[in-house]
């Protein structure tokens, strides 16, 4: 299994291989003792093997079906990942969501990189999945129409990353956020790669802050177990974090604390207001099966509404899938953010709004990943999808 959070790099910045960053999550789970599945040459998908593998609808097994179910069995492939913006999947496999709305879904898929997800999702070989939104946009403006992906919902409606520091003295929780880009002054701040997306929140982070980027010393790490092993021995002082669940596991392997989470209140609206997790189908997927997106869309609310009122089941499965059961307290944090701040930000169905969509096309223009005009929130999200 791996903790998929493929970032980006911005045209503006030096290029970053996807496929090295994302070795650099599946290296991070195996430092915390998860395995992963080989992915080599001829690999497409490793299957997440703690799923059910039967793929059977409630239909096909005589169970009972949600009043709003298909009304025949359908197979639908869903691709997925590790970590806690990506648990919904978990939970819909394991509580029999998808069976409930007659969707045949066989082991959830964890392509190799985002990039891989794409070319899959591009060739139908995957039905869905859920992916960076900015990753979703930019995949739009430059993929052929009817193959590209477009936006059916938004599940993680918040920005998602943070900012971890190491041992030392900082400011404290309750500090300005000004105060806290402040003490990076100076400092060493790793992120995935320069370029990457987590370089360019930490660049927007210090820009809201009004401090010139030349004042910290962005490190590109290219994994996740590296950036720990630096800041465990001072040669690193912070790490940029893609969500709450990986930001967390990094500060609790480092001994260190998050200064600086960027959904929380106080952190100035360029930041906050930014989303993470767009759910993505194929154009021509999601013009001709409308039926079938939306009962996909019903078993994720289910799942979201499962980790709602289980939480300490939640945390636990977050744990064991993710953390190799090493991170409880982690995980018990990362539930408790979701439901406090990510559930209660999504929309029913996890409709897709304006001016969300609006402010992230327009963030990806500035930073130079698609050209002005080139995606439109009417073409990017099926009328179905759009938020009244």
């Not at 010393?217 to 590296?226: A, K």
């Amino acid at each position: 299994m791996k903790f998929s959070f493929d970032l980006l790099p911005s045209a503006r910045r030096p290029h970053v291989s996807v496929a090295g960053v994302n070795s650099s999550r599946r290296d991070f789970m195996k430092f915390v003792g998860v395995g992963v599945a080989a992915v080599g040459a001829g690999t497409v998908l490793a299957g997440c093997s703690d799923t059910s593998s039967s793929g059977q609808t409630v239909a096909e097994t005589g169970g009972v079906l949600a009043s709003n179910a298909l009304a025949e069995p359908t197979k639908f492939v869903v691709g997925s990942a590790a970590g806690d913006n990506f648990l919904i999947d978990v939970v819909n496999k394991e509580q029999g969501n998808f069976a409930s709305y007659n969707l045949s879904v066989p082991d959830l898929l964890f392509p190799s990189s985002s990039v891989q997800a794409n070319q899959l999702l591009a060739s139908g070989a995957l039905g869905g999945c859920m992916t960076d939104i900015t990753l979703a946009i930019n995949a739009f403006a430059n993929s052929t129409p009817g193959q590209r992906p477009v936006v059916v919902g938004l599940r993680v409606p918040v920005n998602t990353y943070s900012v971890v520091v190491g041992k030392g003295s900082w400011p404290a929780e309750s500090a300005s956020f000004e105060d806290k880009m402040n003490a990076l002054r100076g400092k060493r701040i790793g992120v995935t790669a320069l370029g990457a997306g987590a370089d360019q929140q930490l660049i927007m982070a210090l820009e809201a802050a009004g401090i010139p980027e030349r004042d910290v010393t962005r490190i590109g790490v290219g994994q996740i177990s590296p950036a720990i092993a630096q800041m465990s021995a001072g040669r690193l002082d912070g790490y940029v974090g893609y969500s709450r669940g990986a930001s967390l596991a990094v500060a609790h392997q480092a001994k260190g604390s998050l200064l600086a989470n960027f959904a929380d209140p106080g952190t100035p609206e360029t930041l906050r207001n930014q989303v993470v997790g767009a759910v993505v189908v194929r154009e021509d997927f999601a013009r001709s099966n409308p039926e079938v997106v939306k009962a996909w869309l019903a078993a994720q609310e289910e799942g979201q509404s499962w980790i709602e009122a289980n939480p300490e089941a939640a945390a636990a499965l977050l744990n064991k899938n993710s953390f190799d059961g090493k991170m409880q307290e982690p995980a018990n944090q990362s539930i408790r953010f979701f439901r406090e701040t990510v559930f209660p930000s999504a929309k029913p169905m996890f409709q897709v709004p304006r001016d969300s969509i609006e402010l992230m096309v327009g963030l990806a223009e500035k930073q130079g990943l698609i050209a002005p005009g080139t995606v439109h929130y009417e073409d990017l999200v099926p009328d179905y999808a759009r938020a009244q």
